[in-house]
């Protein structure tokens, strides 16, 4: 960008901080993220074992 001027906040204005808005949607993201991971495993889980049950797995 050229001829542009940096913004200059005054102390009589109020602004709206991002960062608590940027953690929370990393928050969200991750959230999904580990969720969808979580899902595919147990989906492989019963795709090997033909079972998601905890007892006859620690048996095997």
Sequence with gaps: VNNGIA??????????????????????V??????????VLALKIYEKYKTLDIKILEDI
């Design 7 to 28: 913004p200059i906040i005054s102390g009589d204005n109020l602004y709206v901080d991002p960062l608590p808005h940027t953690l929370m949607l990393t928050t969200i």
């Design 30 to 39: 991750v959230e999904v993220c580990i969720t969808s991971l979580a899902l």
